[in-house]
């Protein structure tokens, strides 16, 4: 396994620092950037010695997709820049959570609003084709999203979007909130393709700490069951005291885990 760490770009070498070997940067974030702007941020990213295989945030959490202005063209074509972007920096993935974009209206009929979150996924998945990047479909809590909650789903839903260029991926975070089984990771493990971990209880995002008085042995149990070996990505947001400290002691913490095969 490779370990990655979610930041921004000014958290670069920090996250390097820290001894992870990705970073998990956000997609809008190099979308909004002018093209000197992203010249110099990829020299700072070959300078940098990280991997930057996944962006995530491919959408951004203020759109609907069932709301009468939203414009799937002009979100494609967000996804072709960015796409074209990402891909000169060697990213291969792209989480798609979108969990508020893609919740299903009250009372609106559910085959029908599968169909168009399908059609919606089928024609970002068509774009990210054509740059080698592959589409996962992130499976979320109930905070998150109200549909697409667990492995099963999603399976179900890649059947509808049939397309080639989506699979699926596991957070430890949201299989906790919906009580999901942790044996779903090797059942579908056809589709799991990417992972991501952090301190699961509570409303913040923290990183995994040997001290912190959580098991996070099955999640690794699980992961080495299905003989994934890709990268997981620690899903951090927020920090009790120091970012650098935290993120290297979660990272050799996550290594010696993973040499012990969980």
């Known amino acids: 396994m490779k370990f990655g760490c979610?930041?921004?770009?000014?958290?670069l070498s920090?996250?390097?620092k820290a001894g992870f070997d990705s970073v998990e940067l956000d997609f809008c974030e190099l979308t909004r950037m002018d093209g000197t702007a992203y010249d110099g941020f990829c020299r700072e990213a070959a300078a940098s010695g990280l991997g930057f295989e996944v962006f995530s945030g491919l959408i951004p959490l203020t759109e609907r997709f069932f709301s009468a202005d939203f414009s799937l063209e002009y979100w494609?074509?967000?996804t072709k820049k960015g796409a074209a972007r990402a891909s000169r920096l060697g990213c291969t993935m792209i989480p798609f959570g979108a969990g508020k974009c893609r919740s299903i209206p009250k009372d609106y009929p559910a085959s029908d609003a599968a169909a168009h979150i399908a059609r919606i996924v089928r024609s970002l998945c068509q774009v990210l084709e054509d740059f080698g990047i592959l589409l996962v479909i992130e499976p979320l809590g109930p905070a998150n999203s109200n549909y697409l909650n667990t492995l099963p789903e999603v399976a179900d839903f890649l059947k509808l979007v049939d397309h080639r260029n989506c699979s699926s991926m596991c957070d430890l975070r949201h299989m906790c909130k919906t009580n999901e089984p942790l044996s779903n990771i090797e059942q579908y493990r056809e589709i799991v393709r990417h992972a991501h971990i952090d301190d699961p209880r509570g409303g913040q995002r923290y990183f995994p700490a040997p001290d912190d008085g959580y098991d996070y042995r099955p999640y690794f149990q699980a992961l080495h069951k299905a003989g994934y070996n890709g990268l997981v990505t620690v899903e951090a947001t927020s920090v009790r005291q120091d970012f650098l400290t935290e993120a290297a002691?979660?990272?050799a913490y996550l290594r010696r885990m993973e040499a012990d095969k969980g």
């Open 76 to 78: 494609l074509e967000h």
């Open 14 to 16: 920090l996250i390097q």
């Open 249 to 251: 002691a979660c990272a």
């Open 6 to 11: 979610f930041g921004s770009l000014r958290q």
